[in-house]
């Protein structure tokens, strides 16, 4: 298996400009979600999709921040306008059924928004 | 809200030795609780998990034990090697499906 699969790696923006982050999960994992990670505020969860419906949107920071699943293989995270407090890795995971339990992580995206 | 503090945050230990990572929950309705482990660059990897009607969970060199009633659960790693050497996160599940991360453990296994 391939494992989660996110894209782009690295990602380096400037202030304002739309930021879209993809994500592939494992097949026939049902729940996804997305988190960010920097040093302040460690891995907070962002969004999490249960069959490619929205559950819990809660952790999104503010309207600048939007997610889609439009199909079981494929989320975007989308960031419009970005700001440098954006300034992140976003990691992608995927379970299989739901819940929350056992969760495995893509490799991540770093952004940077200058 | 929910919380999950961890400590120690920086542990070091030789080659060979144990090593001990502690956290404790705010929600006492959790009910699963994994551990993970990041290398630098990588996404976090599920290493070992445990459910709330289990007290103990052993996989070869790594053990997870959990006290509901004090509401805290720890990761012992035995015979330490260098390539243990990473970032541990503990995580709890809240009632309401959501996992609050721990702010991580940097361990350091010294050849």
């Known amino acids: 298996d391939a494992g989660v699969i996110q894209s782009p790696r690295h990602e380096v923006t400037e202030m304002g400009q739309e930021v879209t982050l993809r994500c592939k999960p494992i097949?026939?994992?049902?729940?996804l979600f997305w988190y960010r990670q920097t040093m302040m505020r460690g891995l907070e969860l962002l969004i999490y999709f249960n069959n490619n419906v929205p559950i819990d949107d809660s952790g999104m920071p503010e309207d600048r921040f939007s997610a889609k699943m439009p199909n079981a293989s494929f989320s975007t995270l989308k960031i419009q306008p970005s700001e440098p407090r954006d300034s992140a890795v976003y990691f992608c995971?995927?379970?299989?059924?739901?819940?929350?339990?056992?969760?495995?992580f893509g490799p991540g995206t770093r952004l940077t928004v200058t | 809200g929910e919380n999950v503090e961890q400590h120690p945050s920086t542990l070091s230990v030789q080659e060979g030795d144990s090593a001990v990572i502690k956290c404790t929950y705010s929600d006492s309705a959790s009910n699963y609780f994994p551990w993970y482990k990041q290398e630098l660059g990588k996404g976090p990897q599920l290493i070992i998990d445990i459910r709330s009607n289990v007290g103990e969970k052993k996989d070869q060199r790594i053990a997870v034990t959990l006290n509901k009633t004090a509401k805290h659960f720890s990761l012992h790693i035995t015979e330490t090697q260098p390539e243990d050497s990473a970032v541990y996160f503990c995580?709890?599940?809240?009632?309401?499906?959501?996992?609050?991360f721990g702010p991580g453990t940097s361990l350091s296994v010294i050849p």
């Open positions: 995580a709890a599940k809240t009632s309401y499906d959501k996992v609050i």
């Open positions: 995971a995927s379970s299989l059924g739901s819940g929350g339990y056992e969760q495995y």
């Open positions: 097949s026939g994992h049902n729940s």
